[in-house]
């Protein structure tokens, strides 16, 4: 396809081996590669080590090994790229857009694979790739999140385990039932369909507990109610929560309060 055609090209110039050989069809499918994704593997099974990362600075994850696809990914995402500072591109297992995930916040990185090729082949053309030197030294992250014109979209703030402990049991509330006592910022998540219903990522503060998060499923909303008490990494599942009355699973992502200004003093 063009977009490869341009980036291989552009890579080859530079590392003729930048670009790893394609996936066996058997990796594919053993890993559960959606339909929709599988040609971005088809090509090129990941990039190499020769090269910086070829996408925007993030590395082409190959589907297996040390660092890969699938050391990467847990039951709801596949992890497509990574920065190796705790950023990651990850598509849902059902397929769909590929949605960036850095420091806590999320956005739209492509619909699909044939426009995430086109933005990578633009912005390599722009900037041509360089040799990797130390591929696995990264500097620290800015503390300043990228942002781009394209919608946000609510995708996995850590494609990661989440603790051991149990949580606390989550409620559903109706969502025209009024909320007790909520703080001035407003929850809201976007809900992902998932392999067996819808999944959401919910980022609160512990002034959050107890309230509600207003979930948009398509664009019909939800409202349902946190627990009392908040842990990082706490999951919840709702059956019957969704507008299809389908599973609703939520995973609660904590996030540090922002200190208050400090008043001046003549």
């Keep these: ?8 090209a552009l890579v080859g110039a530079i590392a003729p081996t930048g670009l ?3 996936a066996t069809a058997a990796d594919l499918e053993a890993l559960d590669i959606p339909p929709d994704w599988r040609h971005l593997w088809a090509a090129h099974d990941g990039q190499s080590s020769d090269v910086a990362g ?3 600075g993030w590395h082409f994850l190959p589907l297996r090994g040390g660092d890969s696809v699938e050391a990467e990914s847990d039951d709801d995402w596949l992890v497509v790229a990574k920065d190796f500072g705790g950023g990651t591109w990850a598509i849902a297992k059902t397929g769909g857009p590929l949605v960036e995930s850095l420091d806590g916040e999320t956005r739209l990185v492509a619909r699909n694979f044939i426009d995430l090729l086109d933005k990578m082949a633009d912005a390599l053309e722009q900037k041509s790739p360089t040799v990797e030197k130390t ?9 300043t999140v990228r942002r781009t014109a394209e919608p946000e979209v609510t995708g ?6 989440a603790p051991a402990a149990a949580p606390a049991p989550l409620k559903v509330m109706a969502p025209s039932a009024p909320a007790v006592t909520e703080p001035d910022d407003v929850l809201s998540a976007i809900a992902m369909p998932s ?7 919910v980022h609160a503060g512990l002034e959050h507990a107890g309230g509600l998060v207003e979930v948009d499923f398509n664009g019909e909303r939800r409202a349902v109610r946190l627990p009392p008490t908040l842990r990082d990494g706490m999951k919840g599942t709702f059956e019957g929560a969704t507008p299809d ?3 609703l699973r939520i995973h609660v992502h904590l996030r540090a309060k922002m ?5 001046e003093t003549s």
């Design 135 to 143: 591929p696995r030294e990264r500097p620290a992250r800015p503390t």
């Design 195 to 201: 392999v067996d219903g819808w999944s959401a990522d």
């Design 1 to 8: 396809m063009d977009s490869w055609k341009r980036m291989e």
């Design 54 to 56: 070829l996408f925007q």
């Design 20 to 22: 790893r050989p394609p």
């Design 156 to 161: 996995p703030a850590q494609i990661r385990p």
């Design 245 to 247: 009355g389908a599973r």
């Design 259 to 263: 200190p208050a200004t400090p008043q």
